[in-house]
């Protein structure tokens, strides 16, 4: 088995270090606060008094600001640092210039699950960055996730990552949206989740609900048919929810920002294309 430093110790590389424990790897921790260490030392891992101990560093910090905190002037010759924290695209680019300027070797991700899904089947996390290097380290990073390499690129890892993000925090916002105005008139959060489901499961299947492929075949043709469902109709029909919301005396900001958005498209002209016809005023704001 082999050594790993885990850099972070919140929610997630704390999950990290104890994931990497159990699959018999030899872990040592270091975290700003250095309490957060306790239970993992007290599981086998060993403390470093600096982060930058080891050749393999991997990383989970709320920024890269806070491993540019945490490294301060240490040198990196022969490390491979695997950022796995959250921040801009160009922000990992920058970081992976300043790694190499002190002779390491960034390796971005981001990986798509919360604490307890770490190390468990179905869990992934996208990497990029110098492959060579990546597969040098992907048996050791196995133990937290599926490895799922997207290009040299180095912000091409969080791009994804966001993107998932962007998915996944707009939907959700808009179900909560959902099972409030459900819930002004009585009926049981629980009650809509099957119907929910049926949207979720739908909008990534192959049938006709399937617009997450639809779309994307759409986008890449560049041609939007709304003969039967024209982004006219919708814009009108997002309207009558939100006011549905207001009737109810619900927040709206987030339906009111996708009803700006509908509208937009059509006043461009478009209102007679389909729903993915809004790709173009988000690629021309
Ligand atoms: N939680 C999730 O479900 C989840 C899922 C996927 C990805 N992520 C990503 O994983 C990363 C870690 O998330 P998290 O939930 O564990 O908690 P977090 O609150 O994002 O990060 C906590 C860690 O960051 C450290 N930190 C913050 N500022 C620092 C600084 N200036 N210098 C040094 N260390 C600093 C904290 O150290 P102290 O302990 O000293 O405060 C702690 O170790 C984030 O980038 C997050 O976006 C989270």
Sequence with gaps: MS????????PMGATMAETFLAAGHDVTVWNRTASKADPLVARGAKWADSPVTGELLVVSQISYQAMYDSFGDARLDG???????SD????LREAAEWVAGRGGTLV?????VPPPGIGKPGAYAFYSGPKPILDRHASTLEALSEVTYVGHDQGLAMMYYQAQLLVFWSSLTSYMHAMALLRTAGVAPSEFVPFARETFTGLGSDG???FAKILAEEFEAGVYPGELNSLHMQAEGLGHAVAALEDAGLETTVPQALRRLFQRADAEGRGHEGL????KSIMKP
Excluded at 88 to 91: D, E, I, K, L, V
Excluded at 108 to 112: E, P
Excluded at 276 to 279: A, D, K, L, S
């Design 208 to 210: 006709p609900m399937g």
């Design 276 to 279: 993915g016809t809004v790709i």
């Design 3 to 10: 050594e790993v430093t885990m850099i972070g110790l919140g």
């Design 88 to 91: 801009t695209p160009q922000a």
């Design 108 to 112: 971005t991700g981001g990986i798509m």
């Design 79 to 85: 490390k491979v640092v695997v950022n796995l924290s």
